[in-house]
């Protein structure tokens, strides 16, 4: 398996005339972060082809780990996500017009798939660097879930399985100001690049471990503070 990193962003979606996910993405393809060539790649904000791209791009590039990104306009920080939940349900139409409600992004897939990198982690060497990110148990029912809840099926496709989660972006400062500053958080793409590179700082060490204390590591974490939503029964590990 080639050592790469892939991080993921998507082009804009509704009003947004820009994501700071492709700007994230741009920013950090080609750098070497913790010794691991980054490779970025930016999807379109399509939900029928998704899954056909992402397996594409799995295919070409068979990346260690997998880092998606989004813009989710509203969160106050880095939004590092646990949980991804077989549903796509939104009212705005996509960039080709699709509109999806209450659909299962895989039928007779499991309800919901967790995210398989280190996340307390992740989300410690944050605080320690001042990177402002929290754990967070909602994807949403969009594209940036559907992505996280595709990757996690299509990583078991592949030996060894590459890692794999999804982080969150707030508003940029200029589209704070657009939505209403008062209440629309904002970050600069420059912070949440900081926060990628931590994160790809925990990831790699953590990646070169034994298998087993890997596991046991993310065992524990899910034992301690996992919450899965009300009625879901079924939770892919
Ligand atoms: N954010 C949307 C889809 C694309 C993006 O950047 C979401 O949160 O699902």
Known sequence: MSKHVLVTGFQPFDDFKVNPSEMLVRGLEGRLISGRLVVGRVLPAES???EQRLREIL?????????????????PALALERIAINLVDHDRPDAV???????????????ARLATLPLDAIKAA????????????????YLCNQMLYTALGLV??????PVCGFIHLPA?????????????????VETMKKGLEVAIDVIVPWLEQKPAERLGARRQTA?????????????ER
Do not use: C, F
């Open 126 to 141: 944050w605080d320690a660097q001042a990177v402002p990110g929290y754990v967070s148990n909602t994807a949403g029912t």
């Open 59 to 75: 295919a070409e590039e068979k990346p260690e780990v997998i880092i998606g990104t989004g813009l989710a306009a509203g969160r």
């Open 48 to 50: 029928r082809t998704l």
């Open 172 to 188: 940029l400062p200029s589209q704070a100001v657009e939505l209403g500053p008062e209440r629309t958080p904002s970050m600069t």
């Open 223 to 235: 034992a301690n503070s996992m919450w899965i939503p009300r009625g879901l029964k079924e939770v």
């Open 156 to 161: 078991n496709e592949l030996t060894p399985p």
């Open 97 to 111: 017009g699709t509109v999806r409600r209450g659909d299962p992004i895989h039928r007779g897939g499991p309800e």
